[in-house]
Nanobody, 127 residues
Framework: QGRLVESGGGLVQPGGSLRLSCAASGFTLRGYAVGWFRQAPGKERERPFGVSTSDSRSFYKDSVAGRFTISRDNAKDTVYLQINNLQPEDTARYYC????????????????????WGRGTQVTVSS
């Protein structure tokens, strides 16, 4: 059974950087879009803030564009999320998910469309 595994979270000071990984196990990410989601403490999980489509195009919400970068290594079935200039409001549990089909605007793809999910990795930004 396929699954995704996130890693790379941790405690970081404001202004710091992290690289999160999303690795597929039991299936290949080729042909899938991969989305990144986050859930802040006490809040619901948002729609994806970033999506890498199967043809490696990347889409970002305005709120993270310029600080977040998604990349893919299809040979390793892994997608990465580079986060720079982390701020306390970035504190959240970060999840990745894979979908075979996404909306024309991938950022609007609802959670039910994403077939594979990871369990998340915690990112805490604090001094």
């Amino acid at each position: 059974q396929g699954r995704l595994v996130e890693s790379g979270g941790g405690l970081v000071q404001p202004g710091g950087s992290l690289r999160l990984s999303c690795a597929a196990s039991g299936f290949t990410l080729r042909g899938y879009a991969v989305g990144w989601f986050r859930q802040a403490p006490g809040k619901e999980r948002e729609r994806p803030f970033g999506v890498s489509t199967s043809d490696s195009r990347s889409f970002y919400k305005d709120s993270v564009a310029g600080r977040f970068t998604i990349s893919r290594d299809n040979a390793k079935d892994t997608v990465y999320l580079q986060i720079n200039n982390l701020q306390p409001e970035d504190t959240a549990r970060y999840y990745c998910a894979a979908a075979w089909q996404v909306y024309a605007d991938p950022l609007l793809t609802p959670e039910g469309q994403w077939g594979y999910w990871g369990r998340g990795t915690q990112v805490t930004v604090s001094s």
